[in-house]
């Protein structure tokens, strides 16, 4: 794992509050837009890699975003 990646996995561990995302430091792995809240994949898929949003307000709380990747799906965009 890279320094600063392990940095911000180490933060988001202490910090989240979620739904069990913070034992894993809020990876979500890959996603397509439609999956993720409409406000959340707006901000996601507007970054491109290696970019951090700021935040971020959904139903679901405040977010942060860093987009480590971006691949095609066979059917649409995702990010992680």
Do not use: C, W
Request: aromatic share 6%; hydrophobic share 30%; charged share 35%.
């Amino acid at each position: 794992m890279k320094p600063k990646r392990d940095r911000l996995r180490r933060i988001g561990e202490k910090i989240l509050t979620g739904r069990g995302n913070g034992k894993i430091g809020g990876e979500l792995g890959y996603f397509t837009e439609k999956k993720m809240d409409p406000t959340f994949s707006k901000a996601a898929f507007s970054l491109k890699p290696g970019e951090i949003s700021g935040l971020v307000q959904t139903p679901f709380g405040l977010h942060i975003i860093k987009v480590e990747d971006v691949r095609e799906a066979k059917s649409s965009r995702s990010r992680k």
